[in-house]
T-cell receptor, first 116, second 114 residues
Framework: QQQVKQSPQSLIVQKGGISIINCAYE??????FPWYQQFPGKGPALLIA?????SEKKEGRFTISFNKSAKQFSLHIMDSQPGDSATYFC???????????????FGQGTILTVHP | GAVVSQHPSRVICKSGTSVKIECRSL??????MFWYRQFPKQSLMLMAT?????????EQGVEKDKFLINHASLTLSTLTVTSAHPEDSSFYIC??????????FGPGTRLTVL
């Protein structure tokens, strides 16, 4: 019930295209859903995050769409650029107290390649 | 955004030795830090939760006597890999949680045990 399933495993997009990465979760107690970008040999960097009280959040070229009833959320990268080529991880955590408070459960990751 | 540093960024050691990795939150206080392990082309796996002033909480399957965690202050947590073996070679990443419950990750430490 702690799993977060991410797809696709890899994605190739042309420059200027839209990159879409999907995640699905099972635990309805999750209430914080961040996306991280990781370059080889570096730590993950927070891109954008959403809480279940909204269905969409946009920051620049990055948009999270959230479907609470379906327990799914997705990352859309508009106008994808070669510099966006990286591994993207979705994650989820529970915000209330208890031993699981704040622990992030990560998806399996998506390797995005944007061709010039 | 908030900055988390790790030291060293890369370490090579001989089998049987111990290695200490430091995680610091540079511009905020973190009562909670997390330690992750990441194998090549895989996701991050949470090893333990480090709470300032108290014992760390380890995930199932993580040996607490092998991976010693100390959270001595609100800006510093350390992970010591004791009696390291080649199978401990991995990328170790810490994160620190700020008052808004946002987790910021360090740049990672590449450990290679010969």
């Amino acid at each position: 019930q702690q799993q977060v399933k991410q797809s696709p495993q890899s994605l190739i997009v042309q420059k200027g295209g839209i990159s879409i990465i999907n995640c699905a979760y099972e635990n309805t107690a999750f209430d914080y859903f961040p996306w991280y970008q990781q370059f080889p040999g570096k730590g993950p960097a927070l891109l954008i995050a959403i809480r279940p009280d909204v269905s969409e959040k946009k920051e620049g070229r990055f948009t999270i769409s959230f479907n609470k009833s379906a327990k799914q959320f997705s990352l859309h990268i508009m106008d994808s650029q070669p510099g966006d080529s990286a591994t993207y991880f979705c994650a989820a955590s529970k915000g209330t107290g208890g031993t699981s408070y704040g622990k992030l459960t990560f998806g399996q990751g998506t390797i995005l390649t944007v061709h010039p | 955004g908030a900055v988390v540093s790790q030291h060293p960024s890369r370490v090579i050691c001989k089998s049987g030795t111990s290695v200490k990795i430091e995680c610091r939150s540079l511009d905020f206080q973190a009562t909670t830090m997390f330690w992750y392990r990441q194998f090549p082309k895989q996701s991050l796996m949470l090893m333990a939760t480090s709470n300032e002033g108290s014992k760390a909480t380890y995930e199932q399957g993580v040996e607490k006597d092998k991976f010693l965690i100390n959270h001595a202050s609100l800006t510093l947590s350390t992970l010591t890999v004791t009696s390291a073996h080649p199978e401990d070679s991995s990328f170790y990443i810490c994160s620190a949680r700020d008052e808004a419950d946002t987790q910021y990750f360090g740049p990672g430490t590449r450990l290679t045990v010969l």
